[in-house]
């Protein structure tokens, strides 16, 4: 209690003094070349001497505002191909320097690292980043308002080199890579990164101050750029691949062999110095990394996140409302459960031969890019061909098909105009088309934010609009149109370390965007007011700290019934050592009702509820450094409902393990016990609904290894086992009031079985990036689904079995191979 009455008087003691102070955007010159610079990592030519240079860097952390520890230099050339930068990175104790290899794209970096970032557009919004380690992998992603999209890959050529006053680096960003307006003179935005990992410090030349709101707003500017011209950006990555697929399971309808050969393309087209337009056709993802399968006991599906390139590459403007949930293109048939047939011909008993789990995309493409003016275009469009089920007639002895899921047709068009003060306007519209006698879908929606001139301040506005359009429900072919609303608004302020915000969230009964998006319940409201404060430079023993105070309540839209209410407190910080912790303590303090978990729906509103008692929910993290060879990474919790003896808890341990500069592991072991849950366990005659106690045991198990023998080539290993087990020892009638009486048997409902899962997976990935946007990758997969078994509630036992159990093995390579237009060209001149 003293911890919170010291945060509210920090809270009220920085209330009237928070507006930010501005800053000073530093400017620097650029210089045309004629002569572009030799790529050896040493910026040391005459034309690099005559640039005057981007110093004094400033810390982000862990000083926030102090003055970086190492002196660096960075100078940047254009010419009429591509922009150049160099950069000197000092350091008075060079053999101290980190060079860990890591994959391109990696993340999570033990190495020094050199970042350049442009805002083409100067609109303080987006931009294009890329960066190298002083081992000399790549990352590149794009900044957007609605984060960094890490997915996003550009080719482009970068040396590294070290000496004895530190290292230093070489990029050449070709003018294909990135998009810029058509001016013949020009001013970027423009920001360089240096982190000295040892040090854990990131630092700026124009200064990212942590306390203010955004990232792309905070850069300086590069002057001097004229006579740019877009080149003509055409470029084809044609693929070959061939799979060995092994089904020892004898399914029926597939031999135990099967291989396959693919081949297909993916294009990239700039049709003019903005708009780029993507296509992959007759895509191939068999490569991309497993799913993370698990049991489901909630009422809601799963989501789970997007593995293919494409479809995570360069969308950042299709998701930034919400509405683009891109796993449901290719995903399984929508009548894939439910198709019908001719029972009157074939009869009521048949044999499935073969029932796709997943429909078959044909093409897809995207178009984007963002005019002088700072609008961005987007459009997705993307088709599936039709899925059917065989089965074979135990009346007729015949085959025949079944249509489970049509043609479709999915579209996404995105208007996004960046306004001044970071401010934007998004429209986002989604469209799902398919055959007569499916449903099709519509979703339309508009969002805004707007800041204050000293990005002190913000308000989110947005609202959706989804249509359904069921076909033939309604008499003469006309469609019956179910029509749903969404709409939020958030205010608060954003920066300074005295923060606060209010949000009002509203779904209706009838809002749903899942044929193309994804939403797990809709029929609701929640309205959150939040007071943090933070602190972001060193004090005491730690480094920064972020603390906020809260309450959420939530209800039903309709009807309009309370569902809960919340309380939370929530404290993460850094200690001088780089030990981050944190906690969030969330006080229930009345009853809260569960209108879901029922499953009991009257025209379209659930029409019973089960009662959850007040309690509590504590959960805590603690992460090492990831510095040393041996990291840790710990998170635990539990949480407490008296009335009901309920106290489920979690814990997960995950050390991590660097070897050598080339190899490290990382294990994760999380552990969820919870002794008395209670959930839905079927339906009865007059509309009766059985919920059950059970106790809920799983287990989940991932070894993560990589093994870099240089910047271009890289092992990957990733396996994991997944056990949940979910046995009932009592049954309830629900009552209306939302609490259950006891039964004395247990119903005939498949729900009120014990459920008893495993989940096996090993990826093993070999990828050779044997020349700029060109990679072979080797591919091994191993996947084991057992449901059997429930009574066997022994982890090792059920490890054991599921390792004895059938099993899927596919083995593939792949080839792809990047074709640049402009580099072709150049180089058949030259032989002619």
Not at 501 to 511: D, G, N, P, Q
Request: charged share 20%; aromatic share 14%; net charge positive.
């Amino acid at each position: 209690m003293k911890y919170v009455c010291l945060l509210l008087l920090c809270v009220c003691s920085t209330f009237l003094s928070s507006a930010q102070t501005p800053k000073t955007t530093k400017q620097l010159t650029a210089a045309r070349t004629t002569t572009p610079p030799k790529l050896d990592g040493i910026p040391d030519e005459e034309i690099w001497k005559q640039v005057t240079p981007a110093t004094d860097f400033i810390q982000s952390e862990p000083a926030n505002g102090s003055p970086s520890k190492q002196r660096t230099e960075v100078r940047v050339l254009y010419d009429d191909e591509a922009v150049y930068v160099g950069a000197m990175l000092f350091d008075t104790a060079p053999d101290s320097i980190l060079y860990q290899l890591s994959q391109r794209d990696g993340g999570q970096v033990n190495a020094d690292m050199f970042g350049v970032y442009f805002d083409t557009y100067l609109d303080k919004q987006n931009a294009f980043g890329f960066e190298v380690s002083s081992a000399g992998v790549q990352t590149d992603f794009k900044a957007t308002s609605n984060g960094h999209q890490r997915s996003w890959d550009a080719v482009w050529q970068s040396v590294v080199a070290r000496h004895p006053q530190g290292w230093s680096v070489e990029l050449r960003i070709p003018y294909s890579a990135i998009r810029f307006p058509g001016k013949d003179v020009q001013t970027w935005g423009i920001n360089f990164w240096r982190n000295i990992r040892r040090y854990r410090e990131e630092s700026f030349w124009n200064f990212i101050d942590s306390s203010v709101q955004g990232f792309v707003n905070q850069f300086g500017e590069v002057h001097g750029i004229t006579g740019l011209k877009a080149p003509l950006r055409l470029s084809l990555m044609p693929y070959l691949s061939g799979y060995a697929d092994h089904f020892p399971q004898g399914q029926a309808g597939k031999k135990d062999l099967q291989t396959t050969f693919n081949g297909g393309m993916d294009i990239k087209y700039g049709i003019n110095d903005a708009f780029t337009l993507d296509m992959t056709l007759v895509p191939d993802f068999g490569q991309a990394q497993s799913d993370a399968q698990v049991l489901n006991l909630s009422p809601f599906e799963v989501r789970f996140n997007e593995n293919r390139q494409f479809f995570t590459e360069g969308t950042e403007l299709f998701n930034k409302a919400g509405l683009f949930y891109s796993r449901r293109i290719g995903a399984q048939p929508i009548n894939y459960h439910n198709y019908t047939y001719d029972k009157e011909r074939y009869g009521e008993n048949v044999e499935v031969l073969e029932n796709p789990e997943k429909t078959s995309l044909v093409n897809a493409s995207k178009l984007s890019g963002r005019t002088n003016k700072g609008l961005g275009i987007g459009l997705f469009n993307a088709v599936t061909r039709n899925s059917y089920a065989t089965l074979k007639s135990g009346l007729t002895n015949e085959e025949f098909k079944v249509l489970t899921d049509p043609v479709t047709n999915y579209n996404v068009l995105v208007l996004d105009q960046s306004l001044p003060n970071s401010s934007f306007v998004t429209f986002t519209n989604t469209n799902v088309t398919r055959r007569a006698g499916f449903h099709n879908a519509n979703v339309t929606g508009l969002m805004t934010k707007l800041t204050n001139k000293k990005n002190s301040y913000t308000l989110n506005l947005s609202g959706n609009l989804s249509q359904r359009y069921n076909k033939g429900e309604l008499a003469q072919g006309m469609d019956k149109v179910e029509l749903g609303h969404f709409y939020s608004a958030t205010f608060g302020k954003t920066s300074g370390n005295f923060q606060f915000r209010l949000r009002h969230i509203a779904e209706s009964h009838t809002y749903d965007i899942n044929d193309l998006g994804y939403l797990d319940n809709n029929n609701s409201r929640e309205t959150q007011a939040l007071v943090a404060y933070n602190v972001y430079k060193p004090f005491w023993k730690l480094n920064n700290m972020y603390n906020a105070l809260g309450v959420q309540h939530r209800m039903l839209y309709k009807p309009s019934s309370f569902t809960q209410l919340a309380y939370f407190l929530e404290t993460n910080a850094t200690t001088k050592k780089f030990l981050s912790f944190g906690y969030t303590i969330v006080w229930l303090p009345l009853d809260g009702y569960d209108y879901f978990e029922p499953r009991s729906y009257k025209d379209g509103v659930p029409d019973r509820k089960w009662r959850n008692p007040a309690g509590w929910e504590v959960s805590s993290y603690i992460s090492s450094d990831y510095r040393k060879k041996l990291a840790l990474d710990v998170n635990f919790g539990f949480s407490l409902a008296p009335e009901y003896d309920q106290f489920d808890k979690w814990i997960g341990i995950s050390p991590r393990v660097r070897v050598n500069d080339n190899l490290q592991l990382v294990y994760r072991l999380n552990y969820n016990h919870a002794p008395r849950d209670f959930g839905f366990a079927g339906k009865g005659p007059q509309d009766s609904i059985f919920f059950g106690r059970r106790e809920v045991h799983t287990v989940n198990n991932t070894l993560t290894g990589t093994y870099i023998f240089n910047a271009r080539t890289a092992l990957n290993l990733n396996m994991r086992h997944y056990w949940s087990n979910a046995t009932f020892d009592r049954y309830f009638l629900l009552q209306e009031n939302g609490n259950g009486s006891l039964l004395g048997y247990r119903p005939s409902s498949p729900s009120a079985n014990p459920r008893n899962f495993n989940a096996f997976n090993i990826d093993l990935v070999y990828s050779w990036r044997f020349a700029p946007g060109s990679e072979v990758s080797v591919v091994w997969k191993n996947a084991i689904y057992d449901s059997a078994l429930p009574q066997r509630t022994d982890y090792f036992l059920n490890l054991s079995n599921t390792l004895q159990a059938k099993q899927l093995n596919s083995f593939s390579v792949k080839v792809l191979y990047y074709l640049d237009y402009l580099v072709l060209q150049r180089a058949l001149k030259r032989r002619s």
